[in-house]
């Protein structure tokens, strides 16, 4: 048991239906989610930082072909991957953020070398790859990226005429039941540090140089040491005008709401403007919160009795 | 004299050396803000929208040759004006934003473009120069953008391997003396809606792809009609690291604070980062802000009274 040690992930929030689901398929989403937790909290209680260990977490997620990050992405209008991430350390708030990139193995990865090894907070587009090449982040051909699935999900979603999130109702039919979305992570760690982050491939069939929170620094990914750290999943575009992460630093900072009131009420204004999704926090405290207004949200978290816990469902 | 609307509007914040600011060219920027201000007013006082006004305002800043926006936008490591923009309504919170498009005539249209007529809020890159032509919102050739001493700022900056913003300290020399940075708009309409806009060219000689925080929503512009309408100006890593917009929303909406000691302590935050700049901010109450902690902030406003006021320096 330790004192200050806290981590949570999630696979994404949306429509996951219990019947759809098989129980194969929830299994490996489970296994995946319990390990990918575990070798966090390995990693956390040997004294990695927080910003390595929500680095590490969301690189594993990012390689789990059916979580919406990395190898197995949903593709754009072109068929392609396109990847937003972001990483913030709470500790002086340092943040690096990448959007539209096609070619980072590790998106995550890429947002931390921007955060560490340019002048610069965001990075977007094809120049963004570039960055990747000459910091030598490891990269990728776009067919790395695309599993089966996903380019049937994508000519599903461009033979309908519609723009998607992963875990919109209309993929939760047939060969599609079982999608989700964004990836993300966020640690406490044994000095008390905070650290936060977010990776997407966005919107199934998406208008190629779509943004949505997840690199948006307040909205999907946010880091404060004296205050929270949360990481967003859900309808970007909603998440973005609701300055959702932020929204929870704030309510706590300056309405003095503790974490599970201001993640709830920050959500319900999302909700409020028309938007569904969930979130997952740690606050200085160590408090941990994984709120979500969907039917599901893939995630596993730490509490100070290092059990490493796995959900999908509200129960 | 109208007991509603407000006008604010900024054409940077930045080191601005009295001493090396000729009269002749003060007066051209005076002339400029009391022109854009005085137009601004006279339509928000004919009953147009919050909206339409902050965006007419903005596009009339990014026509003018001097401000770091359309027409005169500072020019990346490439030679090429790379801009960002954002648009917010604070009614219903609706938001567009652009960033890294070469082609918009007017890149704040484009944001309002994406708003309104696209599923999204935030598009990139060359996507988001082929959604303007979609939209049919007036493009240019990058020819249009470049201006001879915006020219020669980028050269002298990749001759010293330095990315600059525009108002930086070693610009401050010579025949670069003079320049400003981002230009920005918040109004105050007759049904007491805010909205807020603000669009820039980003720093001399950036790296391709850069984005500040201008276009990120809560970031360099926000708005809410139950709050303020923020538009903000400086080095946007920093304001990106502080949420600086949302922060003065979320200080007033939790903390109760007034918007002059939001505003103020906002920006303390962006300084104790290690950023500097300014912002022009409108609360729901009528109250204006235009602070900054550089040498100088060329902006207008318009407060109850009608008359418009403009400034550079403190006094």
Chains 1, 2 share one sequence.
Request: include cysteine.
């Amino acid at each position: 048991m330790n004192p200050r040690c806290r981590l949570a992930i999630h696979g994404g929030a949306g429509v996951i239906d219990r019947a759809s689901l098989s129980p194969a398929r929830e299994a490996e989403f489970r296994g995946a989610l319990a390990r990918i937790a575990g070798d966090a909290w390995h990693a956390l209680m040997h004294g990695a930082s927080a910003l390595d260990v929500v680095e590490q977490a969301v690189c594993d997620l990012e390689d789990f072909p059916l979580f919406n990050a990395g190898h197995g992405a949903v593709l754009n209008a072109e068929g392609l991957a396109e990847m937003d991430a972001a990483i913030m350390d709470g500790h002086a708030r340092r943040a690096g953020a990448v959007a539209g990139v096609l070619s980072p193995k590790h998106p995550v990865s890429l947002a931390r070398a921007v955060m560490e090894q340019s002048e610069h907070v965001f990075l977007v587009g094809p120049e963004a790859d570039r960055f990747a090449q000459l910091c030598a982040v490891p990269r990728m051909p776009p067919s790395y990226f695309i599993t089966p699935e996903r380019a049937e999900q994508q000519r599903q979603a461009a033979a309908l005429g519609r723009i998607t999130l992963d875990h919109d109702a209309l993929y939760n039919q047939g060969a599609l039941r079982d999608k989700t979305g964004t990836v993300g992570a966020v640690a406490r760690d044994l000095d008390g540090h905070l650290a936060a982050a977010t990776s997407t491939g966005g919107m199934t069939n998406k208008r190629p140089g779509r943004v949505g929170d997840s690199p948006v620094i307040g909205a999907g990914t946010f880091a404060d040491d004296d205050s929270v750290a949360v990481s967003a999943t859900g309808h970007g575009e909603y998440f973005i005008r609701a300055v959702l992460a932020h929204d929870i630093h704030a309510r706590m900072t300056y309405g003095r709401q503790p974490l599970a009131e201001a993640s709830r009420e920050a959500l319900a204004k999302v909700r409020a403007l028309g938007g569904s999704g969930g979130l997952i926090a740690v606050d200085r405290d160590g408090e941990l919160a994984l709120p979500y207004n969907t039917e599901g949200m893939y995630r596993a978290w730490v509490g100070a009795d290092g059990a490493v816990r796995v959900a999908i469902y509200a129960n």
